[in-house]
Structures are given as structure tokens and as C-alpha cells.
């Protein structure tokens, strides 16, 4: 395969299909693979190595010097790559646009020249490693087409440095500050001023944010098409709400916000109206009307997540939901009457997940089955009220649906 551009060789271990050697061993790759690769592979232009223990600098350096097109190398959990194969790759990778670290603390010395050959990178992404100002700075000077910028669960950096950083680069289109527990409601109204250009913006894991931090990232990033704010501080703060509406948002993930209130979700569903993905997973705070008030603002919806929120055993009734087509409700509260329900309002439904669902039982299985006529997809394990002999019956019904359809069209019986 001389014309291969990607190749993915990431976290061998966990792959059902890697090669065992006679004596049943893993057979791991080594530099000597990757040089007879890269000699074979010369219009490559991504590799992932991610997680292969005895790959080295070596095989940084022969993919340097063999595969000029390269684009973006991963070596995330790869020991024996060292700052110095990084810089490496940085020099000498005319068209890298990628630069992608994990848990290698990089000084800003070490990288200050390197940085500044790497004309073509617009993808920076850090995470579980130590980033200093320092090296903030290096990264504003190299004066790089940044479009995408992470910092995941870094740690030794400033709000200073972050600002400072944005702005710089106020094209940013996407911005990751996953696990930063200093950023603060404020932090968010000084940094948003920044980010006017922002598509997907993910504050996951930030301790310290509130309804405060939504609304304001909602009102100041007028082109935002996604924003994650899971396990931050949703709900615990109220927040009055004028004028802010965002048309462009279409997925929110705020998943195990304990806090997070009904009266929230209200105030988020018309806020922000053209919602196709919601993630509310764990939230255990919300109940029916929660989840009613979004289902009846945004008629978009498509993708809806309640996993885990115990207090939410139906959708409610209202209007018809025919865009919704996928539903995950796994350990939710939903009983008989709820798959009903569902069965009344989803008519579009293509996957539903009831797993750990105690209320519900096989009657009201065979209901949502019957009255959803495009569900493909059915999770119902560990219901303790769901009889075994369901696939069955599930399975006989489909056979006569699919003979009733094939008699009707003057078809063969099958």
C-alpha cells in the first residue's frame, strides 16, 4: 500500500486483533518496524504510535527524513521519545500541522527554536503535563495560523499566560481548558472577549465555573456551534438571564452536573433554542419537567442523553418529537408508561437504551418496539422485570412484519 496517507499503530495492548508470537507474546513494534515503514511509506502523512512502549528518537528521526509530507505524528505514552525527538519533529517537518503531547514536561527554552521553524502548525494540544508561561509565550512569538488549542489537566500555567495567549489568537476556532480548577466566572467574561471566532469550546472539568460561565461563553461567542462544561459547578449558582440567545449552539454536553436544576434547564432551553445534541447524563437534580422544557423548545433535537438521572421516568406528553433519533436512558427512572410514551412521541427513533431501567417491563418493551417502527437499536440488560423470552418474541415479530411486507409487495416469503 505505497499510496497509505494515515496510518493508526496506537495502544497495541488493547487491540483484539494484535499478533501473538509463538511463545505468546505481544509482538510489539520497534524502530527497526517503523524505518521499514517509513521506507515503504514515503507520501505519508499521519501516524499514530501512541502506546507502543519500544518505539524511541529513532523512529521519530527516520519518519523525519523519509516522510516529508508528514503532517501530524502522535506519540502520546511513548517513553523513549524524548523532548529532543520533539524538537526534532518540529525542525524538520516542513508541513507538520499538528503537535500533540502528553505527559513530557517541555521548558520553554527547549522549544523556542524549534517552534519558530514550525510555520505550518495549527493544532497544539497538551495534556497531563506541566506548561509554564513560559512556554505560552514561545508559542505567541513563533506566531503560528493557531486554529486549535488544548490544555488538558496541565498544570504550572497562569490565567495571565491564557490570556495573554488569546489575545494573540482571537482566530481561535476551537479552545480546550479541560481540568483547569483556577478559571472562575470571571476568568470566563475576560477570555470570552477573545474567543468571538470560537466553533467548539470544551470547559470540562473546571471545578470553580457556574450558569454564569454558560451564559456568558452563549452571549460572547456568537458562531459556537458546541460547548462541553461537564462535572463543572452548573445549577449551584443562579443567574439572571437578559436578552441572550444563541441560534448557532447545536451541542451541549453537560453531563454529571449534580447540581444542575430544572429551572437551569429551562433557561438553557431558550437560550438556546436550535439544540440538536444534549448530554445531561447524571444529573440527578433534573427530573420530567426538566427534560419537558427542552423537548418543547427545541424542536431540533436529534440526540438526547439522561443516563443515570433517576428522578426522570418519562418524557411527558406534548408534541410529536420525529427528529429524535437517538435516546439513551440507561439507569434513568422510565417505567412501562415512559416507553409508551416514547412510543407515542419518537416515531423517528433509531436507538434507544433502557439498560438498569428496574420500572420497566416486558409489556412495555414489546410497546415501544411496536410503535416505533425505525428503532434499530434496543439496550434493555440487567432489567430485572424484562423477561428473557423477549428477544424472542421480538425476533418472531419482525419475521412476520418482514413476511407481512413481503406478501403485500407480491414478494417471495422468506
Known amino acids: 500500500m505505497p499510496g497509505l496517507v494515515e496510518l493508526d499503530l496506537s495502544e497495541p495492548r488493547d487491540d483484539y486483533g494484535a499478533a501473538w508470537g509463538d511463545e505468546g507474546k505481544l509482538c510489539e513494534i520497534t524502530d527497526d518496524g517503523v524505518a521499514v515503514l517509513a521506507g515503504r511509506l514515503k507520501g505519508l502523512r499521519k501516524i499514530d504510535l501512541s502506546g507502543n512502549c519500544l518505539v524511541s528518537d529513532r523512529s521519530v528521526a527516520v519518519l523525519c527524513e523519509k516522510c516529508r509530507d508528514?503532517?501530524?505524528?502522535?506519540?502520546?505514552?511513548?517513553?523513549?521519545?524524548?523532548?529532543?525527538?520533539?524538537?526534532?519533529?518540529?525542525?524538520?517537518?516542513?508541513?507538520?500541522?499538528?503537535?500533540?503531547?502528553?505527559?513530557?514536561?517541555?521548558?520553554?527554552?527547549?522549544?523556542?527554536?524549534?517552534?519558530?521553524?514550525?510555520?505550518?502548525?495549527?493544532?497544539?494540544?497538551?495534556?497531563?503535563?506541566?506548561?509554564?508561561?513560559?512556554?505560552?509565550?514561545?508559542?505567541?512569538?513563533?506566531?503560528?495560523?493557531?486554529?486549535?488549542?488544548?490544555?488538558?489537566?496541565?498544570?504550572?500555567?497562569?490565567?495571565?499566560?491564557?490570556?495573554?495567549?488569546?489575545?494573540?489568537?482571537?482566530?481561535?476556532?476551537?479552545?480546550?481548558?479541560?481540568?483547569?480548577?483556577?478559571?472562575?466566572?470571571?476568568?470566563?467574561?475576560?477570555?470570552?472577549?477573545?474567543?468571538?471566532?470560537?466553533?467548539?469550546?470544551?470547559?470540562?472539568?473546571?471545578?470553580?465555573?457556574?450558569?454564569?460561565?454558560?451564559?456568558?461563553?452563549?452571549?460572547?461567542?456568537?458562531?459556537?456551534?458546541?460547548?462541553?462544561?461537564?462535572?463543572?459547578?452548573?445549577?449551584?449558582?443562579?443567574?439572571?438571564?437578559?436578552?441572550?440567545?444563541?441560534v448557532k449552539l447545536r451541542v451541549l454536553n453537560l453531563a454529571s452536573n449534580k447540581t444542575l436544576s430544572n429551572e437551569c434547564l429551562e433557561q438553557i432551553a431558550c437560550t438556546c433554542p436550535k439544540l440538536e445534541v444534549l448530554d445531561v447524563s447524571y444529573c440527578v437534580a433534573i427530573s420530567r419537567k426538566g427534560v419537558g422544557d427542552i423537548l418543547r423548545n427545541c424542536h431540533e433535537l436529534r440526540h438526547l442523553q439522561i443516563s443515570g438521572c433517576s428522578l426522570v421516568k418519562n418524557l411527558g406528553v406534548g408534541v410529536d418529537l420525529p427528529k429524535l433519533e437517538v435516546l439513551q436512558a440507561s439507569g434513568a427512572g422510565f417505567n412501562d408508561e415512559g416507553l409508551t410514551l416514547?412510543?407515542?412521541?419518537?416515531?423517528?427513533?433509531?436507538?434507544?437504551?433502557?439498560?438498569?431501567c428496574n420500572g420497566i417491563t416486558s409489556s412495555g418493551v414489546l410497546d415501544v418496539v411496536g410503535s416505533c417502527t425505525k428503532l434499530k437499536e434496543l439496550y434493555m440488560n440487567w432489567c430485572r422485570n424484562v423477561n428473557r423470552d423477549i428477544v424472542l418474541r421480538l425476533v418472531a415479530k419482525d419475521a412476520a412484519a418482514l413476511r407481512s411486507r413481503c406478501d403485500d409487495s407480491g414478494a417471495n416469503d422468506v
Open 342 to 356: 416514547i412510543g407515542k412521541r419518537c416515531s423517528g427513533l433509531m436507538y434507544l437504551d433502557v439498560t438498569c
Open 70 to 246: 508528514l503532517e501530524e505524528i502522535v506519540v502520546d505514552k511513548c517513553s523513549f521519545v524524548t523532548k529532543e525527538g520533539i524538537s526534532r519533529v518540529l525542525r524538520e517537518c516542513v508541513n507538520l500541522k499538528s503537535v500533540r503531547l502528553q505527559g513530557m514536561d517541555v521548558l520553554a527554552p527547549e522549544v523556542s527554536e524549534p517552534l519558530g521553524c514550525a510555520r505550518n502548525v495549527n493544532v497544539i494540544d497538551f495534556s497531563y503535563m506541566g506548561v509554564s508561561d513560559g512556554l505560552l509565550l514561545e508559542i505567541i512569538r513563533a506566531k503560528l495560523p493557531l486554529r486549535k488549542f488544548t490544555l488538558f489537566h496541565c498544570q504550572n500555567f497562569t490565567f495571565s499566560g491564557i490570556l495573554s495567549l488569546l489575545r494573540v489568537y482571537q482566530g481561535l476556532e476551537y479552545l480546550a481548558l479541560e481540568g483547569v480548577y483556577f478559571l472562575s466566572d470571571q476568568c470566563i467574561v475576560d477570555l470570552s472577549k477573545f474567543l468571538r471566532n470560537a466553533v467548539t469550546i470544551k470547559l470540562n472539568f473546571c471545578s470553580k465555573l457556574t450558569d454564569s460561565s454558560f451564559f456568558t461563553v452563549v452571549k460572547n461567542c456568537p458562531l459556537l456551534d458546541s460547548l462541553e462544561m461537564e462535572k463543572t459547578d452548573m445549577g449551584k449558582q443562579e443567574f439572571a438571564v437578559n436578552n441572550v440567545n444563541n
